[in-house]
């Protein structure tokens, strides 16, 4: 199972959400890809996640994941618990120091839900945290020094011992996401 895991109030139908399903649909049409809409609290988040997951293992199949800012961080702690390969993309590296500007009252615009951050959320995703990567060789990061959310330092620091493609300016999207497609795909499901 290829496991897609969207960022913070973001969707399966964002840029990099359409593009990787378009891709794995054309080039590895046998790879079950799954990209569910996250509940938008991290334990409900981590809950449905560790349920697929969970699912996958029971029918015998490898993990992948492909994790995008907030879904990078919850992506660095399943390939690290339950294994697997995980490409984390722009990653958060510690979201609980960014949630205080974000609690009150939120919108996803890809799913037009209107919800509540709490201070019990920042508790919630903390404890996902992988404060030190043990299985380097499970992840490929791809990194843009112009993400305009995220210190792109802090994950190049944590993943130093990782694989990693760091391109200067891009943003917060990542600029240019469908060029990467073969050499995440590589990374994936090329035996090593």
Known sequence: MLLYIHGFNS???SDKGVVTAKYIAKHFPAINLVQPQLPATPKA?????????DQALARGERLGFIGSSLGGYFASYLAEHYGGRAVLVNPAVKPFELFDEFLGPQY??????????????KLEVAQY?????SHPDRFLVLLQSGDEVLDYRQAVNKYQCCQMLIEAGGDHSFVGYEQQMPGICDFLFLDK
Do not use: C, F, G, K
């Not at 988040?45 to 997951?53: D, G, K, P, R």
């Not at 996803?108 to 959320?121: M, S």
């Open 11 to 13: 969707s399966p139908h």
């Open 45 to 53: 988040a981590m809950a449905l996640l560790t349920e697929l997951v």
């Open 108 to 121: 996803n615009p890809y799913t037009e839900e209107d919800y509540q951050i709490l201070p019990e959320h």
């Open 129 to 133: 945290d992988t404060p030190a990567i």
